[in-house]
């Protein structure tokens, strides 16, 4: 476990606490972690549960963050800070293994065998990040040189070897967009929404490790829907003359001196293309992932057809589950931008805090 | 590459495969093309394997070709389909061994077909019966031959007498596989191993001792495809499909080409013949050509059998340097003998290589 961790046991004696409303997180992830900060400055008694030993999620996977390539690190601390700051608790390395509703509260059971009540839940499970190998023709984890976007996080750090067959540096890379996403073959018909900058970004990056490597982006659609994506879009493209291309990858094979023979068809110029390159970049999507189906299995809440769990409207109640009490925060709703997860967390847990006082006044009634 | 990758993927896609009493049904153009094939099928089923295999003369081709090129309409195919359906319900078999590819998908697609859409099932019952009288059964198991022959595959090594070897060097031979494009890629689930990384010959090939190629155009068309061959004026695009396929494999120095398709090795086989003759250009080592072997010949030269008693000199690329490499022991003079040990003439157009 990270000394930097500080772990603090529930203790349903504290007399203090036992006056408050008690909200159990399950997730603790940006969105899981923000909606505990919130709702704790909001005066509540928080307890969140989550099954790694680390919070963060899958933020501790990336390394820089798009638009402005900001140091994930710096995300992560300032969650550790607002909990070093706070006083709410986090259960690591448990999950909740049963949920029953009983006089108005929740009674919890987690894997570690803790009973716990509480008044509401927010349910902030993420996502998982989609499994590569499942898309066989462009060969995650049988040909040396295909990684995903997660993979080359890792290698984008300072002390991240880049280099591919025989030591040598890439010259040149090859991007695939919506791996796994808009994708009938595996089953993901959803737009990911981040994919498309992460490319972009990541691309930017290794073209400054790499300024001799030739960089090639396959695409559908470049969604860049937020801030400052639509002019690193452009950046890229004028600044550091990486070349993008509408078509995407039918197959990707291995030669024998391990660089890999892509073929796609360019549909602005409608015509086949097949191009050799010496490290493939898969930039997959979310999906909604096991821990999420198994909170929605637990807490009887529903799922959309894409798996991520179903908002009780699209627009005034993208909080809310279907079940009274329940609540959803950021990436187990929908893919969503680290932007995005945390204000949805915010909003959250302001309904979570508005639901909870009106129960009491309804109470006092 | 990463054998782990490939165990992963083949996993995923393993299939039931009947372990015995089957009903065969031959490929139409098999047999001319490698007529020994499907009868070395039958004999290491029934003497080696000891299973209950049985075929019915009067069974017809499924008419696929016809179908792929637009001649035989949907409707009628399904009705030739459940007539072979009828035949094996009538000889009191449950699981059909089908010989070529393109059937072996046909009947998969119109099964599937069956099932999404009862009514066309309902209708080819009709049909059948209006037209011969007969009634069916759908069957419980469809195995391509090539399946069968991949469930067997450690007890055919156990039997045999020779391996994929280099007895010379004491290495591996390498061994490219190709599978027909109906096998898996139309149904992935339907192959063993899938549609991108098949395993059914693959595995073949491992459990006798050879070495699989992977190459970068190892999924590209044989070069068969119906119309790049059926329609004369596209027989360039289909030599030239196979051409990149040589071209692709050529510097990993495979020793022989397997396939499971009857139109793949044909093409495989005689293209290279046809390149040899239009550009002097061959893909083999020392100047010969790269032999290309069926799956029923790749297990019978493994068990012993006489390369000419299979027809392996019906190939237009020579089969021998394959057999030295493995120390099969061949009499030359017999290659074009007929079952008398009398020379009934040699082909004109053979020898790539040679």
């Known amino acids: 476990m990270s000394a930097s961790i500080r772990v603090i046991r529930y203790n349903p004696c504290n007399q203090e606490k036992k006056k408050m409303k008690h909200i159990v997180i399950i997730g603790g992830g940006i969105a899981g972690m923000e909606t505990a900060s919130a709702l704790t400055d909001a005066g509540h008694w928080v307890t969140v549960i989550e099954k790694e030993a680390q919070i963060g999620g899958k933020l501790?996977?990336?390394?820089?963050?798009?638009?402005?390539?900001?140091?994930?690190?710096?995300?992560?601390?300032?969650?550790?800070?607002?909990?070093?700051?706070?006083?709410?608790?986090?259960?690591?390395?448990?999950?909740?293994?049963?949920?029953?509703?009983?006089?108005?509260?929740?009674?919890?059971?987690?894997?570690?065998?803790?009973?716990?009540?509480?008044?509401?839940?927010?349910?902030?499970?993420?996502?998982?990040?989609?499994?590569?190998?499942?898309?066989e023709?462009?060969?995650?984890?049988?040909?040396?040189?295909?990684?995903?976007?997660?993979?080359?996080?890792?290698?984008?750090?300072?002390?991240?070897?880049?280099?591919?067959?025989?030591?040598?540096?890439?010259?040149?890379?090859?991007?695939?967009?919506?791996?796994?996403?808009?994708?009938?073959?595996?089953?993901?018909?959803?737009?990911?929404?981040?994919?498309?900058?992460?490319?972009?970004?990541?691309?930017?990056?290794?073209?400054?490790?790499?300024?001799?490597?030739?960089?090639?982006?396959f695409y559908m659609d470049l969604r860049m829907y937020g801030k400052h994506f639509e002019e690193l879009y452009r950046e890229a493209q004028e600044k550091y003359d990486i070349q993008f291309i509408r078509g995407r990858l039918s197959e990707a094979s291995e030669k024998i001196d391990k660089s890999l023979l892509i073929k796609a068809e360019d549909t602005l110029s409608g015509r086949p293309l097949k191009m050799n390159v010496d490290l493939l970049v898969l930039l997959i999507g979310m999906e909604a992932g096991k821990g999420t189906s198994a909170a929605a299995a637990t807490c009887g809440i529903g799922c959309e057809e894409s798996g991520f769990l179903?908002?009780?409207?699209?627009?005034?109640?993208?909080?809310?589950?279907?079940?009274?009490?329940?609540?959803?925060?950021?990436?187990?709703?929908?893919?969503?931008?680290?932007?995005?997860?945390?204000?949805?967390?915010?909003?959250?847990?302001?309904?979570v805090d508005h639901w909870l006082k009106s129960r009491c006044d309804n109470e006092k009634m | 590459m990463k054998q782990e990758g490939k165990i992963k993927v083949w996993q995923d896609y393993q299939k039931e495969i009947a372990d015995d009493h089957y009903f065969y049904v031959r490929s139409c153009i098999r047999q001319n093309f490698f007529p020994g094939s499907e009868q070395t099928f039958l004999k290491i089923l029934r003497s080696e394997l000891h299973k209950d295999i049985y075929e019915n003369p009067h069974h017809t081709s499924c008419s696929g070709i016809g179908y792929h090129s637009d001649i035989v309409p949907f409707g009628t195919i399904q009705t030739i389909v459940a007539r072979q359906f009828a035949l094996m319900t009538e000889a009191g078999y449950q699981n059909i061994a089908v010989s070529c590819i393109t059937s072996f998908g046909i009947y998969n697609e119109i099964i599937e077909t069956w099932k999404e859409f009862p009514a066309e099932l309902d209708k080819t019952r009709e049909y059948l019966k209006r037209s011969t009288g007969r009634t069916f059964e759908i069957p419980q198991n469809v195995a391509h031959a090539s399946d069968i022959v991949y469930k067997f595959r450690q007890q055919i090594a156990e039997l045999g007498h020779n391996r994929l070897i280099n007895h010379k060097t004491g290495k591996p031979l390498k061994i490219v596989e190709h599978i027909g494009c109906h096998y898996s890629k139309m149904f992935p689930s339907k192959?063993?191993?899938?549609?991108?990384?098949?395993?059914?010959?693959?595995?073949?090939?491992?459990?006798?001792?050879?070495?699989?190629?992977?190459?970068?155009?190892?999924?590209?068309?044989?070069?068969?495809?119906?119309?790049?061959?059926?329609?004369m004026s596209n027989r360039g695009y289909s030599i030239s499909n196979s051409r990149k396929k040589f071209e692709s494999m050529e510097p990993y120095q495979p020793d022989a080409i397997v396939s499971n398709c009857p139109g793949c090795p044909m093409f495989l086989d005689r293209w290279q013949y046809v390149i040899e003759e239009m550009e002097g250009k061959t893909y083999g080592q020392n100047?010969?050509?790269?032999?290309?072997?069926?799956?029923?010949?790749?297990?019978?030269?493994?068990l012993g059998y006489d390369p000419w008693d299979m027809g392996m000199q019906m190939h237009q690329t020579n089969v021998e340097p394959l057999l030295d490499k493995m120390g099969i022991q061949y009499n030359p003079d017999l290659k074009y003998a007929g079952k008398d040990g009398k020379t009934i003439g040699s082909p004109v157009m053979v020898g790539c290589g040679g």
């Not at chain 1, 963050?65 to 710096?74: G, R, T």
């Not at chain 2, 100047?287 to 493994?302: D, F, K, R, W």
């Open chain 1, 310 to 351: 179903k908002t009780a409207d699209a627009f005034l109640k993208s909080n809310f589950s279907q079940q009274e009490g329940i609540f959803l925060a950021g990436s187990c709703t929908a893919p969503m931008s680290i932007n995005d997860t945390i204000l949805h967390a915010r909003s959250a847990a302001m309904e």
């Open chain 2, 191 to 231: 192959g063993i191993g899938g549609a991108e990384f098949p395993h059914v010959l693959a595995g073949m090939i491992e459990a006798w001792g050879g070495e699989v190629i992977d190459y970068p155009e190892r999924r590209h068309c044989c070069g068969f495809g119906f119309r790049q061959y059926l329609i």
């Open chain 1, 60 to 135: 501790n996977q990336w390394s820089y963050l798009f638009p402005d390539f900001m140091p994930a690190d710096q995300i992560k601390s300032a969650l550790q800070e607002k909990y070093h700051e706070r006083d709410f608790s986090i259960l690591h390395q448990s999950e909740v293994r049963s949920l029953h509703r009983h006089n108005g509260q929740f009674n919890i059971e987690t894997s570690d065998e803790q009973q716990l009540k509480a008044d509401a839940i927010v349910v902030a499970t993420g996502y998982e990040l989609f499994d590569a190998r499942r898309k």
């Open chain 1, 137 to 217: 023709e462009y060969g995650y984890k049988i040909y040396d040189h295909v990684i995903t976007s997660a993979d080359l996080e890792q290698l984008l750090l300072p002390d991240g070897d880049l280099t591919v067959a025989a030591g040598k540096e890439p010259k040149r890379i090859a991007f695939v967009h919506c791996v796994g996403s808009r994708d009938e073959k595996s089953g993901n018909h959803y737009c990911s929404k981040v994919c498309c900058i992460t490319g972009v970004k990541q691309a930017i990056e290794l073209k400054k490790r790499l300024p001799e490597a030739e960089i090639y982006c």
């Open chain 2, 287 to 302: 100047g010969q050509g790269i032999p290309v072997m069926t799956y029923e010949e790749m297990a019978g030269l493994v």
